[in-house]
């Protein structure tokens, strides 16, 4: 029976494997009670860094983060539009948030827009062929009286899909937002599906 035969490779690595752990054992060691417990330690730890050497991330970054439009991405979705688009238009469509009288904190109760009717979704006879299946994000502005008067393709993995998206969305009805029980204006973001 043949014997097996370590390779220098293998055998170079559990030396310097060996030698590493030595190391560290020694720069380790201290004096007190906590040395000598035993240590418990993982390839997958990170040494922490203090949060004052942390970068300072710029307000544009996190205005870049606050309105990616790959957050309202689904599906097989890619963005079509930049973060500040996404952000011009919440602006433009959402009323600005009331201050609270005389430095009272109760906050403004408030609801969320709903869909409450939405036309049959009609499969872009262009793509047909393709047999694709159509994945958008329509941002879109919701009036008082639950219209929608603007609306904005987020994300979308064809123009053709997109533009059948928008249809149906600007022909849409939805229960408005409220705030303290009264409509206001606001802003919806709705996912759509095509299917073949």
């Not at 009670?33 to 710029?58: D, E, G, Y």
């Not at 409220?178 to 759509?192: C, Y």
């Amino acid at each position: 029976m043949a014997k097996p035969v370590l390779r220098p490779l293998s055998l170079t690595l559990c030396v310097l494997a060996l030698t590493c752990v030595a190391s560290v054992d020694a720069e380790t060691a201290k004096p007190t009670k906590a040395a000598r417990a035993p240590v418990k330690t993982s390839m997958s730890q990170t040494p922490a860094v203090a949060p004052s050497a942390m970068p300072a991330i710029s307000p544009q970054v996190q205005l870049a983060r606050k309105y990616s439009p790959i957050q309202y991405c689904h599906g097989a979705s890619y963005p079509a539009v930049s973060w500040m688009q996404v952000r011009d238009f919440q602006d433009q469509h959402s009323p600005s948030a009331a201050a609270p009288p005389n430095g009272s904190s109760v906050k403004p109760v408030a609801t969320n827009p709903k869909l409450a009717t939405i036309p049959k979704l009609e499969y872009p006879e262009s793509m047909r062929a393709s047999a694709m299946d159509g994945a958008v994000s329509v941002m879109v502005a919701v009036t008082r009286e639950g219209t929608a008067s603007d609306a904005l393709v987020i994300c979308s993995n064809h123009s053709e899909f997109s533009a059948a998206a928008l249809l149906a969305v600007k022909a849409a009805t939805f229960a408005p937002a409220t705030r303290d029980g009264k409509p206001v204006e606001s802003v919806a973001t709705l996912p759509i599906d095509f299917h073949p």
